[in-house]
């Protein structure tokens, strides 16, 4: 028998380290495939909400945000592709460019899971972190977005539409306040069976822990005998 996990993965398009906690969480579902069914949805969360339209140079971005020198923000960056080259994300030798806003990426994300289901989201949030740390794409571009929809299986005009119509807004906007209530500050945040938190890009193995922790509690609970009452 195996147990279904369903897993909340809080996180942004434009977190390097989203990425490399996805790989790491995907390789944990495959190696307990055979006790475990995992589902990933995906949760909005903005690393940089304030940043304005046409992007910010990111070494600047970077550096005013977390005190660090130019240097010192590319040698972190080296280690980061490391990271995720690993954990399967072949990012781009360049630090990309700019920093996006990445609002509309999380209204496309919401679309393709109501309309299209959690399997079409996960494809569409892989393209999205290859467009943005593989290509190096243009996260504001609508014809990149569209492109990014495309590989993914989905209708790239009908993304167009929610696009320029600014459809889903109000919910994404209230899902990032809900995960705010949870005190959900950091991303990636892994949420599994809406009561059990791993944060940061975690080791294959305590995502495995985890899996394996959720799979006992559950044959266990199961094991128990059931009590007639009077």
């Known amino acids: 028998m195996r147990v279904k996990i369903h897993v909340d993965f809080v996180s942004d398009v434009a977190c390097p380290w989203c990425a490399v906690g996805l790989g790491h969480l995907e390789q944990a579902a495959l190696n307990m495939a055979d006790q475990a069914e995992v589902e990933i949805f995906f949760r909005p969360f903005e690393l940089n909400p304030n940043v304005p339209r046409g992007g910010m140079n990111t070494i600047?971005?970077?550096t005013e945000k977390?005190?660090?020198?130019?240097?010192?923000?590319?040698?972190?960056?080296?280690?980061?592709?490391?990271?995720?080259?690993?954990?399967?994300?072949?990012?781009?030798?360049?630090?990309?460019?700019?920093?996006?806003?990445?609002?509309?990426?999380h209204r496309l994300l919401h679309w393709a899971l109501e309309e299209h289901g959690y399997v079409a989201q996960y494809r569409l949030k892989r393209?999205?972190?290859?467009?943005?740390?593989?290509?190096?794409?243009?996260?504001e571009d609508p014809y990149k977005l569209c492109a990014a929809v495309e590989r993914a299986d989905l209708d790239p005009l009908q993304a167009l539409e929610i696009i320029n119509s600014g459809q889903y807004g109000q919910e994404v906007r209230e899902m990032e306040e809900h995960y705010r209530h949870l005190n959900i500050n950091s991303v990636p945040s892994i949420i599994m069976n809406e009561k059990y938190l791993l944060q940061g890009a975690q080791p294959i193995e305590v995502f495995e822990n985890a899996f394996q922790e959720i799979v006992d509690e559950y044959l266990a609970q199961a094991d128990q005998p059931i009590i007639a009452k009077d």
């Open 127 to 139: 393209e999205l972190l290859e467009t943005c740390f593989c290509r190096n794409e243009d996260l």
């Open 66 to 105: 977390y005190g660090s020198s130019a240097h010192d923000i590319k040698i972190n960056q080296i280690k980061i592709r490391e990271h995720a080259r690993l954990a399967g994300f072949d990012f781009n030798d360049e630090i990309r460019p700019m920093i996006y806003n990445t609002f509309t990426c």
């Open 60 to 62: 600047d971005h970077l």
